[in-house]
């Protein structure tokens, strides 16, 4: 079944991969610390790609909603979670090559019990005005550390935890009395 927050224009990229058609996926690195140059609350914004865009952010979204954005150029990847029986799966998101003023933010904020997210938006090169997963994914990342001033590696998770019962009701005679036979 699709994915209903892929929008078809994305969806047809990914299927037919027309020329001349980029999909460039961004990341938000989110936190109440962050701050840009003139000091005022922002994220950090980076495009995996080997030049910087301008995109236009959701309006929905919790920074900068519907304005215009320049992500930075910058190599990042998600590995995977290994397949596993695990409670809550987790990606592995390693930032190459970090901006300074990104590495300062992330300084700041892991001193804080505040989380940190990353939210993900992909947008077509042929129209930058709109994410093209709404909503987009964000993901809590815990153990963010950085090496020197050039890599960020954080462990990502979606907030989606399988522990516990599914579905979450339990269906017990007590409630549902139509379960005991007459």
Request: glycine share 6%; aromatic share 8%.
């Amino acid at each position: 079944m699709p994915d209903p927050s892929v929008d078809p224009a994305m969806a047809e990229a990914y299927a037919l991969a027309p020329k001349g058609v980029v999909i460039h996926h961004t990341l938000e690195i989110r936190h109440p610390s962050f701050v840009n140059e003139a000091g005022e609350p922002d994220s950090g914004w980076v495009v995996l790609n080997q030049t910087d865009i301008t995109a236009r952010i959701e309006a929905g979204a919790p920074l900068r909603a519907g304005e215009l954005v320049t992500f930075q150029a910058m190599q990042f990847q998600f590995a995977l979670a290994p397949i596993e029986l695990s409670p809550a799966p987790e990606l592995e998101l390693t930032l190459a090559t970090v901006a300074r003023p990104i590495v300062e933010n992330l300084d700041r904020a892991v001193t804080d019990t505040t989380k940190i997210v990353a939210c993900y938006r992909p947008y077509l090169s042929t129209d930058l005005s709109t994410p093209r997963m709404l909503p987009p994914p964000t993901f809590d990342l815990s153990q963010v550390s950085t090496s020197g001033a050039t890599q960020m590696k954080a462990r990502a998770r979606n907030g989606i935890d399988l522990r516990g019962n599914f579905p979450r009701i339990i269906y017990t005679a007590q409630y549902f009395p139509g379960l005991v036979g007459r």
